[in-house]
C-alpha cells in the first residue's frame, strides 16, 4: 500500500484477520449463480477478474469493505469472483473478453444476462477503487434499461445505451465498439435513420479515442447534409459531447445551441441538447416560455461571468434594433445581428440584463430578461409585456421566468396596484388586460410545483412621479473570540466600535442563539481528488454529521471542470450523506469558478452563513481569474473556511493558490486549514461548527456611493478580544 496512505495501512492491518474470512464470503465463485441471483435482484455483478491467486490483493478487498462509502457501494451489486485460466462457458460475452487477453486483475460489470456493460484495471489504492465503482454505479438505471430492452429483442437499442454509459465512464474504445455494432444492427433491421444516428455516435466516440480532426469534419459533414432535422441535431449533440471531453466548453455550447435549433421540439435529441446545455449553466433555455417569443437572450457558456461579456439573441424578422439593459440602466443599442459586449465589472457579481426589441417605427415588440452569476436552485420570475414603460388600453401582460432543474411552474398570478387581474395556468403566461392611463404598476407571481413563489414588479405610466430612495442595509456576520479561541458571550450593540473609510460607523448588534445558519458544502471532485476519495468523504461526512440537519440549512455542491450543485439547500442529512457517497471525480479543477458559483447560492440569504470547501487547491481550468474572486469574496458577506486534506498531492498549482485561499478565508472571517493531521478533522469540523452558531450578527446603513470598495474595521475596546468578520464592502 502506498506510503501516503499510513491512516489507512494501520487502519487495515488492525482488522485483517477478522474481515478477511467474512469479506472473501461476499465474493461468490460460482459465476452462473451470481448472474442467477442477479436477475432475481435486478441488480449488476462486479468481477473481480483474477489470474492467480494473491493473498495480498485478498487482504486489500478484505480490508477496504470496512470503509462505509465502499461498503454502501459493495450493496449495488452482486459480487463474483473469475480465475482467468478457467474463464466461464465458452462463447459468453466475459469468456470472450477474457480471450482478447486483457490486463489481469480487472473489474468487469456484467448485466444480470452476463452481457459486459464497461471494465477497468485493478487499483492498489482504496479510494481510487471507489472512483471507479462510483462512477458505473450512477450508470444503474441506464444499464439496467438497456438489459431490459436486450431482454426484449432490442438488441440494436441496448447497445447504443451501453455506448453512452461507457461514454461516460471515459471508456472511449469500448464505446465506439457498442456504437459501430448497434449502427450494424440498425442497418439490418432497415433503419437507416437509427443507424444514421448511432453512426454518428461512433465517429464521436472516435473523436474521443483520438482520431479527432477526422471525426469532427465527418460529423460536421453530416450535420449540414442530414436528410432530417433530428440527424442533424443529433450530430451537433456528439460535437458538443466531444468538446466537452476536452474540456472546451465555448465551442460545445455552441454545438448544443446549434442542436436545440436544429430539433423537433420535444424529440429526444432537443430535449438532449437541453439538458446538457443545463448542466453548462445556461439559464436561457430553461424558461418558462414556450414558441412564439418574441426574442430570447443567449447567456454565455460560462458558470461565471464577469469583464466584458457577449449577449446574443433569438429574435423573429421584424426586429430592426434592440435595446439592451444592465440592472436597469440603458448600456447598447444595436442592429443586426443584434449581438451586445455588456461590460459586467471585474467581480462577478448578481446582474439582470433585459434585451427589449423595436421595428423600423420605433414600436416596442417585446422584451427577454435574464440574470447571471445567480443561484440555481431559486424560481425567477420577468415581465416581459409591456415591453416599455407606459401602456393604455386593451394589452396583454405576459411574464417568463426562470424554472430551476427538476421543477415546473404551475402558475402566474398577475397584479395591478397589487389587486388581481388575472392567473395564467400554463405558458404563454399571458392574460389580457384593460390598462388605465394612470400612474401603476404591474406585479407578476409564478408558483412552483412546490409552492414556492417568486415575482417581478414593473411600473408603467411614472412620467413626472420621484425617484424611489435605495436605502442599503448591510448585515453581516461576526465571530469574536478570546486569546483561546473561545467564544465571547454577552455582547451589545455598544460593546463594538466599527469604523468605515475610518468614519465613525453605527452597528446594530444581535446575539440570537437559536438563528438557522445556512451551510454551504463544496467538495472538490476534480481528477486530483480520486486517489484521496476516501479521506476526502470522511471529512465531509463529519461536516454533514455535526452542521447539516436540525435548524440549520445546508447544500451540496461538488466542482471539476465546471461547479455542480447536486443537492440544493435542505435540512435533511440523510439526503445530503447519500449525495455525498454517491459522488465520483474526474476532469480539471475550476476552484476559482467553484468558489465564485458556490457565492452565488447565497445570495439572498440573510442571518448566520458560512462557505465550506474541501480541495487539494489545485487550478488548472477556471474562466475567472484569483483576483477576481478576491474582489467578489471581499463584498460577499460569507465566512469562508478551506480545508486542505493531509493526504492529497502538493503540486505547484496548489502551493501557488495557497496564499489566494488564506487571504480569501481572512477577509471574509473564515480560516484556511492546510493539510491538518487526520486526528484533527473532529476539533476542525467542531471548532467551524462553534463559530457559526456563535455568529454576531451586524448590521448598518451602508454608503451609496457608485461601487467604491469601503473598508470596514470592528473591534470590542476594553475587553481581550478579536473579531473575525468582513474586511470591507462595495458601495451601491
Given at each position: 500500500m502506498p506510503t501516503r496512505w499510513p491512516w489507512f495501512r494501520a487502519f487495515a492491518v488492525s482488522i485483517l484477520l477478522s474481515a478477511a474470512v467474512g469479506a472473501q464470503a461476499q465474493w461468490s465463485t460460482d459465476y452462473a449463480a451470481a448472474l442467477e441471483r442477479a436477475r432475481a435482484e435486478r441488480k449488476l455483478v462486479l468481477i473481480d477478474v483474477r489470474k492467480t491467486i494473491d493473498p495480498t490483493q485478498d487482504a486489500f478487498i478484505a480490508a477496504t469493505e470496512s470503509a462505509p462509502p465502499i461498503a454502501r457501494a459493495y450493496a449495488y451489486f452482486i459480487r463474483a469472483r473469475v480465475d482467468a485460466t478457467l474463464p466461464p462457458e465458452p462463447g459468453s460475452p466475459l469468456?470472450?473478453?477474457?480471450?482478447?487477453?486483457?490486463?489481469?486483475?480487472?473489474?468487469?460489470?456484467?448485466?444480470?444476462?452476463?452481457m459486459i456493460a464497461t471494465s477497468w484495471i485493478w487499483y492498489a489504492n482504496p479510494s481510487t477503487y471507489l472512483n471507479s465503482m462510483n462512477m458505473v454505479r450512477?450508470?444503474?438505471?441506464?444499464i439496467l434499461r438497456a438489459y431490459d430492452l436486450r431482454a426484449g429483442g432490442a438488441e440494436a437499442e441496448a447497445d447504443q445505451i451501453l455506448g453512452d454509459v461507457n461514454i461516460r465512464v471515459r471508456q472511449v474504445f469500448r464505446a465506439h465498439d457498442l456504437y459501430a455494432r448497434a449502427s450494424e444492427e440498425f442497418a439490418k433491421e432497415n433503419k437507416p435513420v437509427q443507424a444514421q444516428k448511432a453512426a454518428i455516435l461512433r465517429d464521436g466516440a472516435s473523436y474521443l479515442s483520438g482520431k479527432t480532426s477526422e471525426a469532427i469534419a465527418q460529423l460536421r459533414r453530416v450535420a449540414s447534409?442530414?436528410?432530417?432535422?433530428?440527424?442533424?441535431?443529433?450530430?451537433?449533440?456528439a460535437i458538443g459531447r466531444a468538446y466537452l471531453f476536452g474540456e472546451e466548453k465555448g465551442p460545445a455550447n455552441a454545438a448544443f445551441h446549434d442542436a436545440l435549433a436544429a430539433a423537433s421540439q420535444g424529440s429526444a435529441e432537443w430535449t438532449a441538447a437541453r439538458d446538457e446545455l443545463l448542466r453548462l449553466g445556461d439559464r436561457?433555455?430553461?424558461?418558462?416560455?414556450?414558441?412564439?417569443?418574441?426574442?430570447?437572450?443567449?447567456?454565455?457558456?460560462?458558470?461565471?461571468?464577469?469583464g466584458l461579456t457577449d449577449f446574443a439573441v433569438s429574435l423573429n424578422d421584424s426586429v430592426v434594433r434592440v435595446n439592451w439593459l444592465l440592472d436597469g440602466k440603458l448600456v447598447r443599442s444595436t442592429i443586426k445581428p443584434f449581438d451586445a459586449t455588456i461590460d459586467l465589472g471585474s467581480t462577478p457579481r448578481l446582474h439582470r440584463i433585459d434585451a427589449i426589441a423595436y421595428d423600423d417605427k420605433g414600436t416596442a415588440l417585446g422584451r427577454a430578461s435574464t440574470t447571471v452569476n445567480d443561484r440555481l436552485d431559486e424560481l425567477r420570475v420577468y415581465i416581459v409585456t409591456p415591453a416599455t414603460d407606459w401602456m393604455s388600453g386593451p394589452t396583454q401582460l405576459e411574464a417568463d421566468a426562470y424554472v430551476p432543474p427538476g421543477h415546473t411552474l404551475k402558475s402566474m398570478e398577475f397584479s395591478w396596484n397589487d389587486k388581481t387581474v388575472g392567473t395564467a395556468t400554463q405558458a404563454p403566461w399571458r392574460i389580457d388586460f384593460d390598462a388605465p392611463a394612470t400612474f401603476g404598476y404591474i406585479r407578476a407571481v409564478g408558483t412552483l410545483d412546490d409552492d414556492r413563489t417568486a415575482e417581478d414588479t414593473h411600473v408603467v405610466n411614472?412620467?413626472?412621479?420621484?425617484?424611489?430612495?435605495?436605502?442599503?442595509?448591510?448585515?453581516?456576520?461576526?465571530?469574536?473570540?478570546?486569546?483561546?479561541?473561545?467564544?465571547?458571550?454577552?455582547?451589545?450593540?455598544?460593546?463594538?466600535?466599527?469604523?468605515d473609510n475610518r468614519e465613525k460607523l453605527v452597528l446594530n448588534v444581535h446575539d440570537l442563539p437559536e438563528e438557522p445558519a445556512t451551510i454551504g458544502l463544496v467538495v472538490d471532485m476534480s481528477a486530483s481528488m480520486a486517489t484521496v476519495l476516501l479521506p476526502v468523504m470522511d471529512i465531509g461526512s463529519r461536516v454533514i454529521n455535526t452542521m447539516g440537519g436540525?435548524?440549520?440549512?445546508?447544500?451540496?455542491?461538488?466542482?471539476?471542470?465546471?461547479?455542480?450543485?447536486?443537492?440544493?439547500?435542505t435540512g435533511n442529512r440523510t439526503l445530503l450523506m447519500n449525495r455525498l457517497?454517491?459522488?465520483?471525480?474526474?476532469?480539471?479543477?475550476?476552484?476559482?469558478?467553484?468558489?465564485?458559483?458556490?457565492?452565488?447560492?447565497?445570495?439572498?440569504?440573510?442571518?448566520k452563513r458560512a462557505l465550506i470547501f474541501i480541495t487539494d487547491g489545485n487550478e488548472n481550468a477556471s474562466e475567472q481569474s484569483a483576483n477576481a474572486i478576491l474582489d467578489m469574496s471581499k463584498?460577499?458577506?460569507?465566512?469562508?473556511?478551506?480545508?486542505?486534506?493531509?493526504?492529497?498531492v502538493d503540486t505547484d498549482t496548489g502551493q501557488g493558490f495557497r496564499k489566494v485561499m488564506r487571504q480569501m478565508c481572512e477577509t471574509t472571517g473564515g480560516v484556511l486549514f492546510y493539510r491538518p493531521k487526520r486526528e484533527e478533522i473532529e476539533g476542525i469540523v467542531s471548532r467551524i461548527r462553534d463559530e457559526v452558531r456563535g455568529q454576531y450578527l451586524l448590521s448598518f446603513a451602508a454608503k451609496q456611493e457608485g461601487g467604491d470598495w469601503r473598508t470596514i474595521r470592528v473591534t470590542v475596546p476594553g475587553k481581550a478580544a478579536t473579531v473575525r468578520t468582513v474586511s470591507g464592502y462595495y458601495a451601491r
Open positions: 469468456a470472450k473478453f477474457i480471450e482478447q487477453g486483457p490486463p489481469a486483475p480487472a473489474f468487469v460489470v456484467v448485466d444480470p444476462t452476463g450512477g450508470e444503474n438505471a441506464a447534409h442530414a436528410p432530417s432535422p433530428d440527424i442533424a441535431a443529433a450530430a451537433y449533440i436561457s433555455i430553461a424558461s418558462a416560455r414556450r414558441g412564439d417569443a418574441m426574442l430570447r437572450i443567449r447567456v454565455p457558456d460560462r458558470t461565471v461571468v464577469s411614472a412620467a413626472g412621479f420621484g425617484e424611489a430612495m435605495d436605502v442599503h442595509t448591510l448585515v453581516f456576520p461576526g465571530t469574536v473570540v478570546d486569546r483561546n479561541g473561545a467564544r465571547v458571550n454577552g455582547l451589545q450593540s455598544e460593546d463594538f466600535s466599527a469604523l436540525g435548524r440549520d440549512k445546508m447544500f451540496l455542491s461538488t466542482f471539476a471542470e465546471r461547479p455542480r450543485m447536486i443537492q440544493p439547500l457517497l454517491d459522488a465520483h471525480a474526474f476532469g480539471g479543477t475550476a476552484l476559482v469558478d467553484a468558489l465564485a458559483f458556490s457565492m452565488q447560492q447565497f445570495t439572498g440569504a440573510t442571518g463584498g460577499a458577506g460569507v465566512p469562508i473556511y478551506i480545508i486542505v486534506p493531509a493526504e492529497s
